[in-house]
């Protein structure tokens, strides 16, 4: 019997049905929830949502809340602002975690923005230094970088850039300089994950990777955003929104998930991006099963 458009009909019936099937088992397997040890919306507080975590604001004037990427984010002055959680909690020791069946990996996930880089190496999340994990500004430049448990990793997008303002007197000759950003929220996640690589995502995409593989250590130093716990003086100036942590590595399609295609979606409501590739593969392998089913029946 020849192939009929009857059998192509029912192909195409085939293959929507199995593309749904297919999309819907990835969303209801995907829980980015999973391993979630801290959650912080900022939503006018600095109380954990998922753990009890929450923060303790610092500084010599309190924190205000602004508009954020999701409701609201804390706005930190650069100068002495910035959260401090409890101190004798072991919840991000991820080496700690690993001796009680732990991963003994860690992922970090924040969105932030950046009104002046005016000091080094100014942190946007950190648990110390070396053996530990630190989100922060690359030195004195304007990338950002990440250490968690190998030597850092700097890539991705200029989050400030030098602004020259040229002297009208004098054509060709800069008047002043200053530093400036574009005011925009920005994703950034690290990742360290034991055995395999650190990895730093920014605004979807994935800016660097180690060669290396990482192993974090054990301290005695709380869990800081907009500071740097173990180096103090690095405060962050910008807005920071919707900090997650992990106490294991988040895949590409979860990170994808939560950058929702730069409109973002707070971290227990994001959903993983099914990689399309994976997808098809599948799809066509089984697709191609289908139609030599039904042909040997015809």
């Known amino acids: 019997m020849t192939y009929t458009l009857q059998h192509r009909a029912q192909a195409c019936s085939f293959l929507g049905s199995l593309v749904c099937c297919l999309l819907l ?35 010599a004037d309190p924190i205000p ?28 020791d991820m080496a700690f975690n ?29 648990k110390g230094e070396g053996s530990n994990y630190r989100i ?3 030195g004195g430049g304007t990338q950002m970088s990440y250490a968690g448990g190998t030597g850092d990793i700097t890539g991705g997008p200029d989050l400030a850039m030098l602004v020259e303002v040229p002297d009208p007197d004098n054509p060709g000759e ?37 060669d290396d593989a ?16 173990e180096s103090r003086g690095r405060t962050w100036g910008g807005k920071i929104d919707d900090v997650a942590v992990w106490e294991r590595a988040l895949t590409p399609e979860e990170v994808l998930g939560i950058w929702n295609g730069g409109a973002g979606a707070p971290v227990p409501e994001a959903q993983a ?22 042909r040997r029946r015809g």
Do not use: C
């Open 25 to 59: 088992t990835g969303v209801a397997q995907a829980d980015i929830t999973e391993g979630l040890i801290s959650y912080w919306s900022f939503d006018g507080n600095f109380d954990d949502g998922v753990g009890n975590n929450n923060g303790t604001p610092m500084g």
């Open 174 to 210: 800069v008047l002043q300089t200053y530093p400036g950003t574009d005011g925009e929220f920005h994703h950034i996640v690290a990742i360290s994950e034991r055995d395999v690589s650190t990895r730093l995502w920014i605004d979807g995409v994935l800016a660097v990777e180690s």
């Open 273 to 294: 991006v099914p990689e399309p590739s994976s997808v098809l593969l599948v799809v066509l392998g089984a697709l191609s099963l289908g139609l030599v089913s039904r």
């Open 65 to 92: 809340f602004e508009s954020g990427k999701f409701g609201q984010a804390i706005q930190l002055n650069g100068q002495d602002q910035f959260v401090e959680m409890p101190e004798d909690d072991n919840d991000f």
């Open 214 to 229: 990482p192993t974090l250590t054990d301290n005695n130093l709380p869990f800081t955003i907009g500071e740097n716990t």
């Open 98 to 126: 690993l001796r009680f069946g732990g991963t003994g990996s860690v992922s970090v996930s924040a969105w932030a923005t950046v009104d002046e880089f005016n000091k080094s190496w100014q942190a946007l999340a950190a």
């Open 136 to 138: 922060a500004r690359s």
